[in-house]
T-cell receptor, first 112, second 113 residues
Framework: GDSVTQMEGPVTLSEEAFLTINCTYT??????LFWYVQYPGEGLQLLLK?????DKGSNKGFEATYRKETTSFHLEKGSVQVSDSAVYFC???????????FGTGTSLTVIP | DAGITQSPRHKVTETGTPVTLRCHQT?????MYWYRQDPGHGLRLIHY???????DKGEVSDGYSVSRSKTEDFLLTLESATSSQTSVYFC????????????FGPGTRLTVT
C-alpha cells in the first residue's frame, strides 16, 4: 500500500543553518506530494506541494522537488529562523483515491 | 484561513462512555476527514466523507462511527470510549479530494480515563 517515510527527529539547528528533512514514498500510481507544518497547539497547515515528477514546490523559503526516480520529496531551507520551529509532515495523495498518507512527523527546533 | 471549527477543543471522559466530536466548516467543501494524531504514528485516517450521507472507512476505523447529515457538519462518535482512544483528533476538509490539499481544524484533545 501507499506510505510515506520521513527522517526521525528531533532536529535541532542553530539560526541561519541549512535544513534538510528527508522524505521518501511508496505509491502505486502517480501521487501528489505535500509538506505540512504544525506549530505548537495548532492544526496542520499546508507548506508546499508538487503534483508531478520534477515539480518543485516552494513557500516561505522552503523548497522540495518531486523526484520520481528516487521516490523522494526532501524538504530544504537555506537559512532557518527561530520561527521555523515546528513539526513537519510529509504526505502523499493518490489522484485515484480520496485518502492522504502522512509520515510520522519531524520535530524541528531552531535555537538563536 | 479555511473556516473549520472543532468542538469541544478539550474533553476528559471515562472508559465506556459515548463521546461525540463535531467538525463544522463554512467553506462548502465536499470532502471531510477525521484523523487521530499519536506520537510515533503521525496522522492516521479514521473515516472520511465524500458527500452528505456518503462516508467510508480509513486506516483506523474500529471503535469509531461517523455521520454527515449536512454539508457543513461531520460528527465522529466513539460508542464506548477506551483508553487507547486517548489522542488528538483533527478534522480536515478538501474541495476536490484526490490529490488536492486538505485544510485542517485546530484539533480536539480527548483523554479517556
Amino acid at each position: 500500500g501507499d506510505s510515506v517515510t520521513q527522517m526521525e527527529g528531533p532536529v535541532t539547528l542553530s539560526e541561519e543553518a541549512f535544513l534538510t528533512i528527508n522524505c521518501t514514498y511508496t505509491a502505486t500510481g502517480y501521487p501528489s506530494l505535500f509538506w505540512y507544518v504544525q506549530y505548537p497547539g495548532e492544526g496542520l497547515q499546508l507548506l508546499l506541494k508538487a503534483t508531478k515528477a520534477d515539480d518543485k514546490g516552494s513557500n516561505k523559503g522552503f523548497e522540495a522537488t518531486y523526484r520520481k526516480e528516487t521516490t523522494s520529496f526532501h524538504l530544504e531551507k537555506g537559512s532557518v529562523q527561530v520561527s521555523d520551529s515546528a513539526v513537519y509532515f510529509c504526505a502523499l495523495s493518490e489522484s485515484t483515491g480520496n485518502q492522504f498518507y502522512f509520515g510520522t512527523g519531524t520535530s524541528l527546533t531552531v535555537i538563536p | 484561513d479555511a473556516g473549520i471549527t472543532q468542538s469541544p477543543r478539550h474533553k476528559v471522559t471515562e472508559t465506556g462512555t459515548p463521546v461525540t466530536l463535531r467538525c463544522h466548516q463554512t467553506e462548502n467543501h465536499r470532502y471531510m476527514y477525521w484523523y487521530r494524531q499519536d506520537p510515533g504514528h503521525g496522522l492516521r485516517l479514521i473515516h472520511y466523507s465524500y458527500g452528505v450521507k456518503d462516508t467510508d472507512k480509513g486506516e483506523v476505523s474500529d471503535g469509531y462511527s461517523v455521520s454527515r447529515s449536512k454539508t457543513e457538519d461531520f460528527l465522529l462518535t466513539l460508542e464506548s470510549a477506551t483508553s487507547s482512544q486517548t489522542s488528538v483528533y483533527f478534522c480536515a476538509i478538501s474541495d476536490l479530494g484526490g490529490n488536492y490539499e486538505q485544510y485542517f481544524g485546530p484539533g480536539t484533545r480527548l483523554t479517556v480515563t
